[in-house]
């Protein structure tokens, strides 16, 4: 069985150009949460989204960020003209469909930006 | 409210020793405390979780002691190895039944295990 899946792995950007960041949770998971990580700090949370919604988008900054997660095929985490502010370690989670267990998240390799 | 702190930023203890870290929150929606152990490079994996209902559980070496009056919840690691050294995140999150599960970590504590 399959962990949550992240890719690239690594990215790289210039100033101005855009980021795509893929997430496909695990099997059986329909939630999927997207977590920001700067170095030697704690994860913050970003954006939740189950399949073809939003749930809580508290996290996201106003602009330049955007999530999906489309009814076929992986979330999406895109950052348009990203800024050297943006260079980070991003995580995605899954976590299983509703209950007491819907608490657990199980967290993906992370992708790695670096603005230059 | 939506903070939780965590102590000590970093912590030594040699092999064999018992290392605790500590976590403190404020909003009493919360009702899941999850650890989770990071390694560099790699995502956070899940370690041990509990709810309110219990003060105590305990899964191997690890033993997570929670006092919902003080609202605070440790994480103890006994017998530590030099494997254990990691990165360590408390996290909370309030109950599904209230909609959105968004984890709120900790600021994490780098433990190094002494050999």
């Known amino acids: 069985n399959a962990g949550v899946m992240q890719n690239p792995r690594h990215l790289v950007r210039r100033r101005g150009q855009e980021a795509r960041l893929r997430c496909s949770p695990m099997?059986?998971?329909?939630?999927v949460y997207w977590y920001r990580q700067l170095p030697e700090e704690g994860l913050k949370f970003m954006v939740y989204l189950q399949k073809e919604n939003i749930i809580d988008e508290s996290g996201m900054p106003k602009e330049r960020f955007s999530a999906e997660f489309p009814k076929e095929g992986p979330s999406i985490l895109r950052i348009q003209q990203v800024v050297r502010g943006d260079s980070a370690a991003y995580f995605c989670a899954s976590s299983p469909p509703g209950g007491a267990a819907g608490n657990e998240q199980f967290f993906g390799p992370g992708t790695r930006l670096t603005v230059l | 409210q939506q903070q939780v702190k965590q102590s000590p930023q970093s912590l030594i203890v040699q092999k064999g020793g018992i290392s605790i870290i500590n976590c403190a929150y404020e909003n009493t929606a919360f009702d899941y405390f999850p650890w989770y152990q990071q390694f560099p490079g790699k995502g956070p994996a899940l370690l041990i979780a509990?709810?309110?209902?219990?003060s105590e559980k305990k899964e191997g070496r690890f033993t997570i002691s929670f006092n919902k009056s003080a609202k605070q919840f440790s994480l103890h690691i006994m017998d530590s190895q030099p494997g254990d050294s990691a990165t360590y995140f408390c996290a909370a999150s309030p109950s599904p039944i209230q909609g959105a599960q968004k984890l709120v970590f900790g600021q994490g504590t780098r433990l190094t295990i002494n050999p």
């Open positions: 509990i709810r309110p209902d219990v």
């Open positions: 099997k059986g998971h329909s939630h």
